[in-house]
Structure formats: structure tokens, C-alpha cells
């Protein structure tokens, strides 16, 4: 029989209490400036994210949860760490409180009861991230979290096998990024591409075929692109606004466009990810 792990489950009604700092009023740029690097800190919402950062082997510092989600959080820890009663990591604290307490201390309605503030696991090298990859995608400095977190879905559902984003891009560990993607940041290996554009060599070095999709008239379509499919191929995503950088679209290897039609110019950058994805897989 699995043991159960050690829990430290204490009841808190006063949202000022000062056990529940990582939880108050913070937006996660806050956490991340007053922690990192060293202590950095992500938040998890919701118990299905906290489980898949959990089986991603990343650690709460804290849990923050409603008393219904109590046997759920059992229930998941006692799956990832069988052992942890053996261990000498100290306790988690598990803040318990009903749900209008959660929302006083947080400052936002708290998506399914469950909050974790979690240790930052560190950024893997490019090299590491890059080895055994077919298909990268790069989000080059896509600043809205919504549309990095909806790219993270579709790169673990279609087949990606890595993502790399650019030193001005959204930060995947953003609360709403984590949970957009349905927790597949946490599953799909990525780290950041510093210097950018100057990491397009980096790629080639490693064997990749970079591809810039781009609105451009001198483009190949997606379709000729995915007739003569390269071994190792990067697929270079732009921002919303101004789209790829000149000299990013420049650097590559490749330019492809998707053709539109109906009189739309363009795909929301979530949407061209997942239909190059599509088209490209391996
Ligand atoms: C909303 S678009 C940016 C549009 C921008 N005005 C431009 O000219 O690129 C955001 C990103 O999605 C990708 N994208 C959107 N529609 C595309 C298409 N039809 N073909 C290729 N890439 C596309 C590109 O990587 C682009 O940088």
C-alpha cells in the first residue's frame, strides 16, 4: 500500500495571516522579481494543473486550498511520491480555507479551489532541450500568455517535441499561461533562446531547418513546405502585432505562409502554431 506522504494541513481563516504571503495580492511578475533566480516561484491553479506539475517532478513550497480538494491532493501526492514518508524533505504546508477566505487572501476568484505556489525548476541548456528533437517551435516575443499557453497545448497535442521562446517573450509559468495550456508547459521541454535572433545558428548547428512563417510574397506555402519535409525542422512564430522581426524572417533558412482566404490576413499566432504543427508533424 502506497504511504502517504507528509502533508502539513493547517486551517486558516484570517486572510491576513502571514503564512500566506507567496498567495497575497501578488501577480506573478511580483513573485518572479522578488525570487528569482535562485528562489523563483511559480503559481499553480487549479488541482489538475498542480497534479501534472507534481508528475513533472517539480516541488510546492506551499499548497492553498478549499477543504473539498483536500482528498484530491492526497490522493495525487500519494501517487508521485510513494515514498515520501522515507524522504527528509520537510512537510509541505497545506493552507486550508473555504473559498471566500481564498478569495480574500488571492485578490481572484481561484479557479477549482487550488493554489500551489511551486518551486521554479531551472531552465535546461538549448543543447539539452534540442537533443532527439524533430520539431521545435520558437515563439518569438509573443507577449500575450493566453496565446503562449494555447501554443504549449497544441505543441504537446500535436506532436512538438520542443519550445523554445525568445528573451522578450511571455513568461509559460505565468498563471495564466500554466493554465491555458492545461498544465503542458510542464510536459513539453523548453527553456529560453538567448541571444535572439542570433540562436537561428544555434539551431542550424544542431541540424534544424529553420522556417520563419511570415506573410511574406516571396513565402513557399505550408503545403510545399510539407512536401518535402526537412529530418529537423524549427518553426519561428512572431509576435501579435508586428509579426516576425526582419531580421529573424532574414536568418532563416525558410519562409512559409499559410494561405488565407475569406479576406483574413493572418491567423491569430495560436492558430498558425497549431496548423503548422498539423501539417508538419513527424
Ligand atoms: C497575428 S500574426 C502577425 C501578423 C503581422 N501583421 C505580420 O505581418 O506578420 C502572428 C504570427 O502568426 C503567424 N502567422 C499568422 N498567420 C500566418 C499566415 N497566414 N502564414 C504564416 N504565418 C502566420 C506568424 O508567425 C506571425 O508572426
Same mark, same amino acid.
Not at 513546405?225 to 509579426?243: K, Q
Given at each position: 500500500?502506497?504511504? #502517504?506522504?507528509?502533508?502539513?494541513?493547517? &486551517?486558516?481563516?484570517?486572510?491576513?495571516?502571514?503564512?500566506?504571503?507567496?498567495?497575497?495580492?501578488?501577480?506573478?511578475?511580483?513573485?518572479?522579481?522578488?525570487?528569482?533566480?535562485?528562489?523563483?516561484?511559480?503559481?499553480?491553479?487549479?488541482?489538475?494543473?498542480?497534479?501534472?506539475?507534481?508528475?513533472?517532478?517539480?516541488?510546492?513550497?506551499? /499548497?492553498?486550498?478549499?477543504?473539498?480538494?483536500?482528498?484530491?491532493?492526497?490522493?495525487? #501526492? $500519494?501517487?508521485?511520491?510513494?515514498?515520501?514518508?522515507?524522504? @527528509?524533505?520537510?512537510?509541505?504546508?497545506?493552507?486550508?480555507?473555504?473559498?471566500?477566505?481564498?478569495?480574500?487572501?488571492?485578490?481572484?476568484?481561484?479557479?477549482?479551489?487550488?493554489?500551489?505556489?511551486?518551486?521554479?525548476?531551472?531552465?535546461?541548456?538549448?543543447?539539452?532541450?534540442?537533443?532527439?528533437?524533430?520539431?521545435?517551435?520558437?515563439?518569438?516575443?509573443?507577449?500575450?500568455?493566453?496565446?503562449?499557453?494555447?501554443?504549449?497545448?497544441?505543441?504537446?497535442?500535436?506532436? #512538438?517535441?520542443?519550445?523554445?521562446?525568445?528573451?522578450?517573450?511571455?513568461?509559460?509559468?505565468?498563471?495564466?499561461?500554466?493554465?491555458?495550456?492545461?498544465?503542458? /508547459?510542464?510536459?513539453?521541454?523548453?527553456?529560453?533562446?538567448?541571444?535572439?535572433?542570433?540562436?537561428?545558428?544555434?539551431?542550424?548547428?544542431?541540424?534544424?531547418?529553420? =522556417? =520563419?512563417? =511570415?506573410?511574406?510574397?516571396?513565402?513557399?506555402?505550408? @503545403?510545399?513546405?510539407?512536401?518535402?519535409?526537412?529530418?529537423?525542422?524549427?518553426?519561428?512564430?512572431? $509576435?501579435?502585432?508586428?509579426?516576425?522581426?526582419?531580421?529573424?524572417?532574414?536568418?532563416?533558412?525558410?519562409?512559409?505562409?499559410?494561405?488565407?482566404?475569406?479576406?483574413?490576413?493572418?491567423? &491569430?499566432?495560436?492558430?498558425?502554431?497549431? #496548423? =503548422?504543427?498539423?501539417?508538419?508533424?513527424?
Amino acid at each position: 500500500m502506497a504511504r #502517504v506522504p507528509r502533508l502539513d494541513l493547517q &486551517n486558516v481563516t484570517d486572510p491576513s495571516d502571514e503564512r500566506l504571503a507567496d498567495y497575497v495580492s501578488l501577480t506573478d511578475v511580483a513573485l518572479r522579481s522578488r525570487h528569482e533566480p535562485e528562489k523563483g516561484l511559480y503559481i499553480a491553479e487549479s488541482s489538475t494543473v498542480l497534479g501534472r506539475a507534481l508528475r513533472a517532478g517539480h516541488r510546492p513550497r506551499s /499548497v492553498l486550498l478549499a477543504p473539498r480538494w483536500v482528498p484530491d491532493l492526497e490522493r495525487m #501526492v $500519494a501517487e508521485v511520491w510513494p515514498d515520501e514518508t522515507a524522504s @527528509d524533505e520537510p512537510a509541505v504546508p497545506v493552507y486550508v480555507a473555504d473559498e471566500p477566505v481564498l478569495e480574500a487572501i488571492t485578490g481572484f476568484h481561484v479557479h477549482r479551489g487550488a493554489l500551489a505556489a511551486m518551486h521554479r525548476p531551472a531552465l535546461p541548456a538549448l543543447a539539452d532541450v534540442l537533443a532527439g528533437a524533430r520539431r521545435v517551435a520558437v515563439l518569438e516575443d509573443v507577449v500575450d500568455h493566453t496565446n503562449v499557453g494555447a501554443a504549449f497545448r497544441s505543441a504537446a497535442a500535436l506532436g #512538438v517535441d520542443a519550445v523554445l521562446v525568445t528573451p522578450r517573450c511571455a513568461d509559460p509559468l505565468y498563471r495564466r499561461s500554466v493554465r491555458v495550456s492545461m498544465g503542458t /508547459v510542464f510536459q513539453v521541454p523548453w527553456t529560453r533562446v538567448d541571444p535572439w535572433p542570433g540562436g537561428v545558428e544555434a539551431l542550424r548547428g544542431a541540424g534544424f531547418v529553420t =522556417a =520563419a512563417l =511570415a506573410l511574406s510574397d516571396e513565402a513557399i506555402t505550408l @503545403d510545399e513546405l510539407v512536401a518535402d519535409p526537412p529530418e529537423r525542422l524549427a518553426l519561428v512564430l512572431g $509576435a501579435e502585432g508586428h509579426g516576425l522581426k526582419a531580421t529573424t524572417v532574414a536568418a532563416c533558412d525558410l519562409v512559409v505562409r499559410i494561405p488565407m482566404a475569406g479576406g483574413v490576413d493572418s491567423l &491569430n499566432v495560436a492558430a498558425a502554431a497549431a #496548423v =503548422a504543427f498539423w501539417a508538419t508533424r513527424a
